[in-house]
């Protein structure tokens, strides 16, 4: 490891940064979940995630979730993804690849504008924490 | 296309403690099966698994945070794993099982932030809690660590670095503090008579019982520490530092040999930091754990080779500390506090606290109270905010009595002070003092008498006999109050203790014989009749003090609820007890030596302790 300048010390922080910001809280923008029980896995849920992932990483998006659930039911529509911006209604997305994928990160995720040709609908069961 | 990002998309950081409470509890095992797990559901490209320092909350370990959200799971052991990663990480529903329930609550509180040991701290020094790995200098410098350093060595000059802590108003967090400010000041200004340069000294002598502030920030944030301690070198022309740290604590000496090799490794510690020509360099002394060398000078005769044993002051370590030189000596948390203050600036540090302590104070919460840890909180917090709304009360339902502040150097506070603001000077008005943050809490079963004569075992055991006002005086102050301990105290030895104490602040070399009476006028001061129940009764109001127990049998209780089961009789070692199988047992008075173990066996309650 070379000496660091004091210009090198402010690159490695941002560096740095972009692998621990996930733990500094704050506010976000939005959360998107990925369906991966066995079906989706199958339907490749797995492709979806790293699509995913990887476009927050290259575009160093900082306030987006990303959580996964178990089948949301509708197996055969699968790979899913449910979006849900922040004070919106939860968006459901199917039959996706990776391309949509991107596409719903660029357009819906950061734009804040629901691709209706890849939408389901409207609406999601609860993946919250439970009540009780 | 996983590969590429395999070190770093993830979406999921789950942050385990490994401090020494949770790795003693098998943390490292939970990491391990955390691991184990995600690997086996594939999720090593999502999930990842970070050691962090203490979290504060030791009560409740082995513990894991999971971020983003902060969810605050607790008491985990290797069995709860596989169910914990298949539910929240593989399928996203958080295992409420898992989560911690405030006392006489029914629903778990999931997220760190609003749980109410959490709620009312406040972190400076213990800023990175949780939230770095200490073992890996990345994320120190992404949670904006060598920043303040950096700041100092490039834009400030030693009078500027100085002037800023002067006026923040920190003062030392080992014990007796001193504006830390002045004390730079005194040796920027002095002049090495020898014609060496001048020395820098962490101590982390920490000897306290019950108390392990500066063990976890060592642990938890060493890099803080070295950063402090490189910007104090700068402000007071100091080429070579020395980090004093307890050979008992390794996990500690281990994370800052690794930091201080990260930190050299990138040029922040070593010859001309980050180009700026400055240099400095620390070395790791391990003590042997005296508890004396605490004391600055002690702790430099140490480091020097020399018995562990204080010298006179004047002349201060300022003036002429390690090998003659002089030498500015803070605490592992002043030096922690350091960076914060040049990085945040000295308005926004005493905006925090009261009028004469600024900023923070970490402190170990410990005794009888339900939430034991590691808390930093702000100057002028009142005790009751501390035990009941951090601590969350006393355990069992009984009585709180007092809280014993400031260790064995320390006194105790009585119940009716409980809304006593926490400050240097309120402390020391009750008698009492900040010394390093142990906070003991005891309840109704304690006998104040017994307290005082534990801490004076140990400052007795712990003086190293150099001046007589100490090694006699603990000795004679212990021996009188065992006699009370025992029911052979008189009235005279409370008149004997009463004028013995202040000649032995008085008159002793160094702090530890000059706190050591503490613990004695204290316990005096608020619980004189508890001493007095001791000497003219020949009663210990809590029953702790054995030999003035007088243990009978309640026949009654014994014969239906016990069935004269005979336990007692049997591990009766002076063949005290009468009774046989299915009758009712007594107890003869004139055999009994008052050991107790018949109240301790009996699964009934029918021993009775007067």
């Known amino acids: ?132 | 296309m996983p590969e590429k990002h395999a070190e770093t998309a993830h979406r999921l950081h789950l942050m385990v403690c490994a401090g020494t409470a949770c790795v003693s509890n098998h943390s490292f095992a939970i990491k391990d099966a955390l691991e184990k797990e995600i690997r086996k559901h594939g999720l090593e490209n999502e999930v990842l698994v970070v050691t962090t320092g203490c979290n504060g909350f030791c009560e409740r370990g082995p513990l894991l945070v999971v971020q983003p959200g902060n969810i605050f799971y607790q008491q985990l052991t290797v069995k709860d794993i596989p169910h914990l990663v298949e539910e929240h990480f593989l399928k996203g529903r958080p295992v409420s099982r898992l989560m911690y329930t405030p006392p006489k609550e029914k629903k778990p509180v999931p997220v760190l932030s609003d749980i109410d040991f959490f709620k009312k701290q406040v972190l400076i020094a213990l800023r990175n809690r949780g939230l770095i790995d200490p073992e890996k200098i990345e994320e120190s410098i992404a949670r904006d660590g060598y920043k303040a350093m950096a700041k100092a060595l490039t834009e400030m000059t030693p009078a500027q670095i100085i002037m800023e802590i002067k006026q923040s108003g920190l003062r030392g967090r080992g014990g007796a503090g001193f504006p830390t400010g002045l004390k730079w000041e005194m040796v920027r200004n002095a002049v090495s008579t020898n014609g060496g340069g001048k020395y820098l000294i962490c101590n982390g002598d920490e000897g306290d019982p019950g108390a392990f502030m500066d063990r976890s920030i060592l642990e938890a944030d060493p890099h803080s520490v070295i950063e402090g301690m490189v910007i104090g070198a700068k402000a007071v022309g100091a080429t070579e530092g020395v980090l004093y740290v307890r050979n008992e604590y390794p996990l500690a000496v281990k994370r800052l040999q690794i930091a201080l090799a990260q930190a050299r490794e990138y040029g922040l510690l070593g010859e001309d930091i980050l180009g700026t020509k400055f240099s400095f360099d620390i070395k790791v002394h391990r003590g042997a754990g005296a508890f004396v060398c605490g004391e600055e000078t002690a702790l430099i005769a140490s480091i020097e080779g020399r018995l562990g044993e204080p010298r006179p002051r004047p002349p201060y370590p300022a003036q002429s500390g390690l090998y003659g030189r002089p030498t500015l000596i803070n605490n592992v948390e002043t030096w922690a506090n350091v960076p914060v203050i040049i990085d945040r600036g000295s308005s926004w540090f005493s905006s925090i606290g009261t009028e004469t302590s600024k900023g923070t104070k970490v402190f170990s919460l410990v005794g009888k109270i339900n939430n034991t840890g590691l808390v930093e909180v702000p100057m002028g917090i009142t005790l009751r905010e501390i035990i009941y709304d951090i601590g969350g009360g006393i355990p069992g339902g009984k009585a709180f009595k007092a809280v014993q502040t400031g260790g064995p150097s320390g006194g105790c506070i009585p119940a009716d002070m409980i809304d006593l603001p926490i400050d240097y000077e309120s402390l020391s008005q009750a008698g009492s003092m900040m010394g390093s943050g142990g906070m003991v809490v005891m309840d109704e079963d304690t006998c104040m008498v017994d307290v005082a004569r534990y801490f004076l075992s140990f400052t007795k055991d712990e003086s190293c006999g150099k001046c007589t006002p100490c090694r006699e005086g603990t000795k004679i102050m212990f021996d009188i109050l065992t006699r009370i301990c025992e029911g052979r105290g008189t009235e005279a030895d409370l008149e004997l203790l009463e004028s013995l104490a202040p000649s032995i602040k008085d008159s002793a070399l160094c702090g530890l014989g000059k706190t050591a009476p503490n613990p004695v006028l204290t316990t005096l001061r608020y619980f004189r009749s508890e001493y007095e129940a001791h000497i003219r009764d020949k009663k210990c109001p809590a029953h702790v003090c054995r030999q003035l127990n007088t243990y009978t049998i309640d026949e009654k209780i014994c014969l239906e609820a016990g069935h004269g089961c005979d336990v007692c009789r049997r591990n009766c070692a002076s063949d005290a007890i009468r009774g046989e199988k299915n009758t009712a047992h007594s107890i003869n008075q004139d055999k009994c030596i008052k050991c107790g173990v018949c109240l301790d066996v009996c699964k009934f309650h029918a021993v009775k302790v007067e």
């Open chain 1, 1 to 132: 490891m070379p000496k660091l300048t004091l210009e090198e010390l402010a690159k490695v922080r941002e560096q740095a940064r972009k692998k621990t910001h996930l733990r500094e809280g704050g506010e976000v923008r939005a959360k998107v979940t990925v369906h991966m029980g066995t079906c989706g896995i199958a339907a490749g849920a797995r492709t979806i995630m790293s699509t995913l992932l990887s476009e927050i990483e290259s575009r160093d998006v900082r306030d987006v979730q990303v959580t996964n659930s178990g089948c949301a039911g509708l197996c055969s529509r699968e790979p899913m993804i449910t979006v849900e911006l922040a004070g919106e209604a939860p968006v459901k997305y199917v039959d996706l690849n990776p391309d949509k994928m991107k596409t719903i990160f660029a357009e819906h995720v950061l734009g804040g504008k629901i691709v209706a040709k890849y939408a389901l609908g409207i609406g999601s069961e609860k993946t919250d924490f439970p009540k009780e």
